[in-house]
């Protein structure tokens, strides 16, 4: 039975509609993301979750109970839920181990266990030694790893993070990530992570639901996010990508001087002929200086260097097929040199094609 | 799971059951805040709105049949003395506001951009001036420079042998220099923190193309801070037209009649309220008017924030000059601070203050009068103390409450809520009064003389400090620490106690102690509401001074100095050394 249902949510400020009908199904012990650009309403969707703010329609469930509707929501604190804020929220009027226990506190548990509970939660995320701190003398990582401690040892049913690392530097941001990754794992809490950082929702998420303008536009595994993007925006948002406009003629997909037959991609194409929306990865392309003799089903072309740059990890090219009007980028290892200019031989694997809507 | 018992589900059943619990939890789950809301209006209603209003009304009524009439208005403008007084009042705001502009802004500029020594002093001496209640400082002139027997008219004979006085302080001069001498602060303040913005490369920027110190300071400093010292002036100008004490004080000797004078004047015997009423108008418009112009001025900050960062600070470097700088700094503390309390004290311990200083008029008797013996002094100080400590508790505590739900967004039209707190702002002290005698003086609640009338009266007045104060506080405190603890199992109004009440409790205290100490010396709101045991200190002070005995005069105006001190002492030691003189 899953955990946490969103059922039709909507949010609407004045004339803007910031959430728009979405529907989202959480296991128990998931962790899901909501990715998207700012503005897209992951925030305010995260928020109604959490019971701050009223939604305009639809409902919020957890395990089948009804907690938000239009006109009647369940105050926060009646939730059972935790939360990690963009801005922490750690009270500096109380120590580190006042702050982390709060929660068990108002849950009215024995003295005893509140603060063995709370030795305990401050061992797994390796601040027990500043138990007695102030938040003032903690540096933004460990204020971070406070609020972590202070949400997980309520047990509650639902861990809602919106934002958590956007404060932190590069370095503790990437510690931090494997580290609600790891705190997941220990205790499988169902949580929904708000980010705008792929990179961050990947390496922590079971699934991500890529947001746009208020609506769900994708819900998939990291991996399948990126192989598979069913939407232009997702496609753009997740990596970086070549948009191509092609047609599909009789069970091939043509663009440019290019014919491929369809039912060689990954997912075929169900609809019948007409134009589609080619995502084409830099990283699914190939550049020769000879043309390669097998061809392997892939779809081999000559071409033009028109740009390049050298990006440390990867030779970024901006390749032109001859007598063609588009571009296409493509990233090549760095020990793969082309001038600029200089005649290729592109290969473009089917198989790494996708159509998108 | 804490509560995976309750929300747990079997089946279809149970989901039924909690959409009837829901509907039923829609009262449960409204928030007691919109009670607190609705008692607020009606709390904001009685203090302000309905004072106000009457104020208005009455001014249109006949005394006696409560008809409609313009009699009020014609009477209160149809007389040579009423007109002149207008006239006087704003001739007074104009050149009071003028001196005290000039002597702030070098100050502020030496103290912000230079390194003329002795900033410490200065700092004192803003603070001095701003704590020194401007009636005792216009007793403290009359000793100065009384025209007959003033220690610097009578030195100035000694040196010269002219009979003419130097300077006569029963005049609109002597007035001028008072209010300017009590009022600079204001100036200093906004002009300070404006020159506190101003990056040290905008003048940098002027000297790489060849402008001098003086050029940079003149073409590029000083007119970028042009809006704050405007609005500095407008507020020593409208300090200026409704002060009571000062006027009175000097001014009635003389024969120089003023608007706030001849609004005593109308409450004189019998009580013509509604034509103080009438006559307060034009106070009411002219203060409304300028303190909008005043905040269209200083909205226009994009004039020196602009820049974003502060950009370098650096001290200019003014040489010999320094001392030119300091002299002046000096000599205003003199003038405000150091004379004046100086032959206060003086008279406070003399046997007869004419006689200077000699052993032999040496005496306590002037305190002992008023410790032991005076019927009313001991009585006016403990008036003073309760009522003002009650009137910043109401202020603080009202202010806090609306301060929170505007700024949580809590209910609709919350804005609204906080420009009727605000209102206050605009409205001169002594018309305040005015309402207040005549929404609540008379039956059905017939409160003149009473202490609530006085509170009621001083809580409203400073409710804006008050409020500004609260707004700032809870502004600081991140909505999301109490969404951290509700989110945890916290009902808001424990949140509200157990997160956000330790974290603005600093700051509260801070405006508590800003409203008494206000509350502590105010005269022009009290005065028409006291009755004969309810005065306080500062209406207390004002009738001894017509009876003329200033040895006691000073010693009682020494009594009200160390207790205002004593709670400035506290302030600074618990909030910092600039707590009365922020801005914001």
Known sequence: MPRLILNGLTKIYGRLTVVDAIDLTLEEGEFVSLLGPSGCGKTTTLRMIAGFIPPDAGTIEIDGK????PGSVLPPE????????????????????????????????????????VGA?????????????????????????????????????????????????????????FEIRRLHDEFRITTVYVTHDQAEAMATSDRIAVMNAGRIEQVDAPHLLYTRPRTRFVAGFIGRTNLIEARLVQGEIVFDTVALAASRLATPPQGGDGAVLLSVRPQ?????????????????LPAEVTRRVYLGETWDYLIRPRDSAIELRVSAPPTQVHEVGQAVWLTLDPQQVVIVD | ??????????????????????????????????????????????????????????????????????????????????????????????????????????????????????????????????????????????????????????FWRDLTGFEAPLFNIFSFEGMTLVIALNSFPLVFIFVKAALDLVSSEMEDAANILGAGTWTAMRRISIPLVMPAILGGFILVFLEAISLFGVPAILGIPARLNVVTTQLWQFFEWPVRVEVAAAYAMPLLM????????????????????????????????????????????????????????????????????????ALDNLTLANYRLLIFEHEMAMQSVWNTVWFSATAATIAVLLALLIAYIVNRRLVPFGDALAFVAMA???????????????????????????????????????????????????????????????????????????????LVRKALLGGWLIVFIVASRELSAAIFLVGPRTRTMAVLLYDMSEAGNFEVLAAFGGILLVITMAFVGIGMKLLGRDFMLRRG
């Open chain 2, 286 to 357: 002219i203060t409304a008017g300028l303190i909008a112009v005043q905040k269209l001025l200083l909205a226009r900050k994009g004039f020196v924030s602009q820049t974003g960062k502060g950009g370098e600070r650096r001290l200019i470097r003014l040489g010999r000059w320094r001392w030119a700088l300091f002299a002046w700094c000096a000599g205003v503390g003199l003038l405000a601070v150091a004379m004046p309390l100086f032959v206060l004290a003086q008279a406070s311990f003399a046997k007869a203050w004419g006689r200077g200083f």
């Open chain 1, 284 to 300: 699914s392309m190939m550049l020769r200086e000879t043309r390669p003799e097998d061809a392997n089903g892939h779809a081999v």
């Open chain 1, 66 to 69: 009804v907690l938000s509707a």
């Open chain 2, 424 to 502: 206050p702002f605009v409205i001169p002290g002594i018309v305040m009064a005015i309402g207040f005698y005549a929404a609540y003086a008379a039956p059905p609640l017939a409160l003149y003389g009473t202490a609530a009338l006085i509170i009621l009266a001083f809580a409203a007045r400073f409710l804006p400090i008050a409020y500004a104060n609260s707004a700032a506080a809870i502004r600081a405190v991140h909505p999301e620490m109490e969404e951290a603890a509700r989110i945890l199992g916290s009902g808001r109004l424990h949140a509200v106690w157990r997160i956000t009440t330790p």
């Open chain 1, 121 to 177: 939660i401050l061992e797994v995320v390796k601040m027990s030694h500043l138990a007695d701190r102030y938040p003032s003398e903690l540096s933004g990582g460990q204020q971070q790893r406070v609020a972590l401690a202070r949400a997980i040892v309520v047990e509650p049913a639902v861990l809602l993070l919106d934002e958590p690392l956007s404060n932190l530097d590069a370095n503790l941001r990437e510690e931090m990530r």
């Open chain 1, 78 to 117: 009646r939730r059972g839920m935790s939360m990690i804020f963009q801005s922490y929220a750690i009270w500096p009027n109380m120590t580190v181990a006042e702050n982390v226990g709060f929660g068990l506190e108002l849950r009215k548990l024995p003295r005893a266990e509140v603060r063995s509970r």
């Open chain 2, 1 to 154: 799971m804490p509560d995976s018992g309750t929300l747990s589900a079997r089946g279809p059943a149970a989901v039924a059951g909690s959409r009837r619990v829901t509907w039923l939890g829609r009262l449960r789950n409204i928030e007691p805040v919109m009670l607190l809301w609705i008692a607020l209006i009606g709390v904001l209603l009685f203090l302000v709105a309905f004072p106000l209003a009457k104020l208005f009304v009455v001014s249109f009524e006949d005394q006696r049949t409560g008809a409609f009439t313009l009699a009020n208005y014609a009477f209160a403008y149809g007389r040579e003395r009423y007109i002149n007084a207008l006239v006087n009042s704003l001739l007074l705001g104009l050149a009071s506001a003028t001196l005290a502009v000039i002597l702030a802004v070098p100050m502020a500029w030496a103290v912000s951009r230079t390194d003329m020594p002795g900033k410490g002093l200065t700092w004192a001496t803003v603070l001095g001036a701003f704590i020194l209640p401007p009636y005792l400082s216009a007793i403290g002139w009359i000793l100065l420079a009384g025209p007959n027997s003033g220690f610097v008219n009578r």
